[in-house]
């Protein structure tokens, strides 16, 4: 099982990116999807997940109304499109599959994760 993540760059506050993750060797139509982020000198944070159980979507307080997670099983791909970016959302961004997202909450411990892209905005 590979994931991997591409579409990081460097953007303008108030601009747009959107990630991308390509998973290999399995299916993704079974898995929850999501997308982790670590800023420097801070604690990794959950940013979205979307569940296949339940169909329920998280995102943190920080990203909603910004962010929007998507997937397509087809293509075994999934997506972090991130507008209205801010300096505070510059950090290296992870995507995992397989792991807690149920019910509106994302859990910490996902079993498959990507290689990590860094997203970096300036004021």
């Known amino acids: 099982v590979q994931l991997q993540a591409s579409g990081g760059g460097l953007v303008q506050a108030g601009g747009s990116l959107s990630l991308s993750c390509q998973a290999s060797g399995y299916s993704l139509d079974e898995y929850a999807i999501g997308w982790f982020r670590q800023a420097p000198g801070k604690e990794r944070e959950g940013a979205s997940c979307?569940?296949?159980?339940?169909?329920?979507?998280y995102y943190a307080d920080s990203v909603k109304g910004r962010f929007t997670i998507s997937r397509d099983n087809v293509e075994n791909m999934f997506y972090l499109e991130m507008n209205n970016l801010k300096p505070e959302d510059t950090a290296v961004y992870y995507c995992?599959?397989?792991?807690?997202?149920?019910?509106?909450?994302?859990?910490?411990?996902?079993?498959?994760w990507g290689q990590g892209t860094l997203v970096t905005v300036s004021s």
């Open positions: 979307n569940s296949i159980h339940d169909g329920t979507t």
């Open positions: 995992v599959t397989d792991g807690p997202c149920l019910l509106g909450v994302m859990g910490n411990v996902f079993d498959h």
